[in-house]
């Protein structure tokens, strides 16, 4: 059997069922046309738009966990100031003091230091990259239009940290800052 055989046969039998009548039979009263068109198709418009949400869940847990890691860090160096005789008077200070590098840190304080600044560590350039990005997502809902501006709040905040500092930031922060600005790039590559 060939296609215009099948074709034929579907046509016959589409015709009958739908007339009651074979193809090909002539007859004087009326039909009725069908319209044979099948089902389409057609997206609304709500279907077609993707609404983002705030996931607040989310920004709420990484901002208790990024408040319990800095006062982890500042109880380190409130530790460390201790032994010097020191003590922390405002938040801007203990920036102030770890800028200026005049102070000694004994092996335990300098193990844990390593530790969380490790490439795989909490204060890693990758980790920290990371929760920067998700916080970002988490923020915008997955917004592929509000990168720009997330991108825009991370470089004010950058810049807001180097100052806090006094001078330039040290190397990982600038290898944190590149790690955060090429996750932006690959978002907004994946959203074009």
Known sequence: MNISELTGQITTTYNTANTGKKSGTSDTTETKKTDDTAAVYEPSAAASEKSYKTDTAKVQQMLEEAESKTEQLRSLVEKMMGKQGLTLAKADDMWSFLANGDFTVDEETRAQ??????????????ATSERILSFAMALTGGDPDKIEDMKDAFIKGFKEATKAWGKELPELSQQTYDKVMEKFDAWSKENE
């Open 113 to 126: 230091a390593q530790k969380d600044i490790a490439e795989d560590g909490y204060w890693g350039a990758e």
